[in-house]
């Protein structure tokens, strides 16, 4: 499917390395039909050697005659790249977007370009056991659309769905999601160098457990609750174990940290949207305040799409 694609990655760090990787693992492209931008020339010599693909300090003349342009540069720059590459693509063009919230109708409008795939990929993408949630514009063919899903399944697994707010969505599960795990991994740790473990044979004892712990989930197809209930035996450790945890009500925290990103989510498309990509203060966090236009801030409520207001309960549904 990719095999006489020429590919361009307008940013080289790591998501963008990452996708090379896992293409040229796989074989599903050779590297001298990727070429790579990004402005240290450092950079670009340890891709031409390790990978052996090409490369550009310019641009535009990475994205001009590429079959697929792939948005790989960090949300703060992404508005200068997208001035630079205005009027550079052909409609016949895919642009793929792997930049964290931003929206495709901003990428549109400045590109004035149609055919845009936006993915949010996940950190484990950079040893090719990702999750990355996608969609695409009317405007990308069913060819473009394979061939977007062969790119993204370089990076581990991929899922398409039909609208942005599940990008948003996502972004706060999957997304967000290792960030979850391995502050957990990292409180196990602790427990068990408190218990009087090593640090060394903590981590190896708690990282070969969420890994088992993760492939017995995957492999059985059981439902989660069904597992836990397998390993929790009346009046036993984990019983008592997990009776702390309800106690302190880790259930709610889950899913008030994941409304918070969901939100967050929300918030940072609205900003790159409006050109304004800059790092958010906890004053601008959801449930507290939000920036506007005029640079004040407003009382505790975040605004979506078309002014609808997102309330701030982890209970509730994500508006669609």
């Known amino acids: 499917m990719l095999h006489n694609t020429t590919l361009s990655f307008i940013g080289s760090g790591t998501m963008a390395e990452a996708m090379i990787r896992g293409l040229l693992h796989r074989r599903l492209i050779v590297p001298e039909r990727i070429l790579a931008s990004g402005p240290r020339p450092e950079r670009g010599e340890e891709l031409q050697r390790q990978y052996g693909v090409r490369w550009t300090t310019d641009n535009r003349e990475a994205a001009q005659g590429a079959d697929i342009v792939v948005l790989s540069v960090k ?3 992404l508005p200068g790249v997208l001035s630079e590459l205005a009027g550079t693509l052909q409609p016949e063009q895919l642009v793929l977007s792997i930049v964290a919230g931003a929206r495709i109708e901003y990428i549109a409008r400045v590109l004035n370009h149609e055919a845009i795939v936006r993915a949010m990929p996940n950190t484990p993408a950079q040893i090719g056991e990702g999750m990355s949630v996608w969609t695409a514009t009317p405007a990308v063919t069913p060819q473009q659309r394979e061939q977007a899903r062969w790119l993204l399944s370089a990076l581990g697994k991929e899922l398409f769905v039909h609208d942005e707010d599940s990008i948003d969505m996502a972004t706060a599960v999957s997304g967000t ?4 795990v391995f502050l957990v991994m990292e ?3 602790d ?10 044979v903590a ?3 708690v990282i070969q457990t969420v890994i088992g712990s993760a492939l017995f989930a995957r492999e059985s197809g059981k439902h989660l609750a069904e597992l836990r209930n397998m390993v929790t035996s009346p009046g036993g450790t984990s019983a008592e174990a997990i009776y702390q945890l309800e106690k302190g009500g880790l259930r709610t925290v889950i899913s008030k940290a994941v409304w918070a990103a969901y939100q967050k989510s929300r918030l940072l498309g609205e900003m790159v949207g409006a050109g304004r990509p800059r790092p958010i203060s906890p004053l601008e966090s959801p449930g507290l305040t939000h920036w506007n236009s005029s640079g004040a801030d407003r009382p505790a409520q ?3 799409n078309a002014g609808r207001v997102l309330e701030a309960d982890p209970t509730a549904r994500p508006l669609k």
């Open 187 to 189: 409180a196990l740790v």
């Open 302 to 304: 975040t605004w979506g």
């Open 203 to 205: 981590q190896e004892l």
């Open 75 to 77: 949300p703060q720059v």
């Open 177 to 180: 999601g290792p960030t979850y």
């Open 191 to 200: 427990a068990a160098v408190h218990l009087g473990f090593s640090r060394r």
